[in-house]
């Protein structure tokens, strides 16, 4: 783990072609990757990257207006154009639910939702989402996480303004940025929020260390009027308080840190993992290889292990949502979820077949 902002820039060189290191990881590079992901899409409780981008898999809440509530899994292609969404998991009444084709949809699921990334928008209207752009951004602490963010927006077409308690560390920000505006003072002062006109901010991003003026933060943005927060949370406890609390997104370094170092852990070529549900589920990003178990069988006639499921795959330029007759490729990148208990089955999968001389 390598924190020296220095290094940053250099990570995959470092690791690859200087000391060797088979992961390099910087918790403030991936919060900052996390919050520009919540960026592009505001309005969903959670959103992760697969291949680059190119596949997403998103948590979004079901409103009972929605035209898909109450219609049951097999109903779904004739409601989403190109058949380009499958359901990953559910979360109803606190329990996780891997579904199958009889299973429906109900109002107030947590749903989790596999897509290609043209097709996000879309899927997104049938939840009952207006399209938000975020434009105006207020970032509340200057520390590490902070200037990067702020350093990522600083060229693009977003107002920022970034607000930090210390005077001899705001002239030092001020100098490294061009058009972000850098203001000292405490972003739980309601008049200073009020005389900055942080109600009519898009997007308020609380990261200073202390995670509780974070979550003050927040509910002070939402109370005069910010559409939407996020808090930078360490401690795992506080993470569905501060949901149950109203504050719509939450990045944690911890967190960040781990899902960056379990591919690392597991067996067969995964590329990147994301928790469901705490660590009740996994979804795991993963290379076919020529000799593992899952290629060249259609899906249909492949024992997978119980609550286990192949969401998607790229095939070079192509995304796949996977039918039964679907047949893994050789270099395929394959998106599967798997409940924990069948998770040490689902390594053996990817795993390449030993052969014996």
Same mark, same amino acid.
């Given at each position: ?17 200087? =000391? ?9 590079v991936e919060v900052v990757n996390s919050i520009l992901r919540v960026m592009n ?11 680059? %981008?190119? #596949? ?13 509530? %109450? ?8 409601? #989403?154009?190109?058949?380009?969404l499958i359901i990953a998991a559910l979360v109803r009444d606190e329990q996780l ?41 207020? #970032?509340?602490?200057? %520390? ?34 061009? &058009? ?21 901010? /898009?997007?308020? =991003?609380?990261?200073?260390? /202390? ?20 808090? &930078? ?21 911890? &967190? ?21 549900? %705490? ?40 995304? #796949? ?7 893994? &490729? ?28």
């Amino acid at each position: 783990m390598i924190r020296n902002e220095d290094f940053a820039a250099y990570q995959e060189h470092l690791a690859r072609d200087i =000391v060797d290191i088979s992961l390099v990881i910087n918790p403030e590079v991936e919060v900052v990757n996390s919050i520009l992901r919540v960026m592009n899409a505001p309005d969903v409780e959670q959103i992760n990257d697969f291949v680059g %981008g190119r #596949i997403k898999m998103v948590g979004k809440r079901l409103p009972a207006n929605s035209p898909l509530t %109450g219609l049951k899994l097999t109903q779904l292609p004739g409601r #989403i154009a190109r058949n380009r969404l499958i359901i990953a998991a559910l979360v109803r009444d606190e329990q996780l639910i891997i579904p199958r084709g009889k299973d429906s949809l109900q109002a107030g699921d947590f749903v989790y939702f596999v897509c290609d990334q043209k097709d996000l928008q879309e899927i997104l209207a049938l939840f009952g989402s207006e399209t938000s752009v975020v434009k105006d951004v207020l #970032i509340v602490g200057g %520390g590490k996480i902070g200037l990067r963010l702020a350093q990522q927006l600083d060229d693009r077409h977003y107002n920022v303004k970034l607000i930090e308690m210390d005077a001899q560390r705001c002239q030092s920000i001020a100098g490294q940025l061009h &058009r972000t505006i850098v203001l000292q003072g405490y972003a739980t002062d309601q008049a200073f929020m009020e005389q900055e006109n942080i109600g009519s901010m /898009d997007l308020v =991003v609380a990261v200073t260390w /202390d995670e509780e003026m974070n979550i003050l933060t927040c509910l002070l943005a939402k109370r005069l009027g910010a559409k939407k927060t996020v808090a &930078r949370i360490n401690k795992f406890a506080y993470i569905p308080l501060v949901h149950a609390i109203g504050i719509d997104h939450i990045v944690s370094p911890r &967190r960040c840190a781990i899902d960056s170092i379990m591919p690392a852990m597991r067996r067969g070529k995964v590329i990147s993992t994301v928790f469901i549900k %705490g660590k009740e589920a996994e979804v795991l990003e993963a290379l076919a290889l020529e000799n593992s178990e899952i290629v060249g069988t259609p899906l249909k006639e492949f024992k997978f292990p119980k609550d286990t499921l192949v969401l998607c795959l790229a095939r070079g330029d192509e995304v #796949i949502i996977p039918s039964g007759d679907t047949v893994i &490729r050789p270099q395929d990148r394959v998106i599967i979820l798997s409940t924990r208990g069948s998770l040490p089955r689902v390594e053996q999968t990817l795993m390449g077949k030993r052969r014996f001389l």
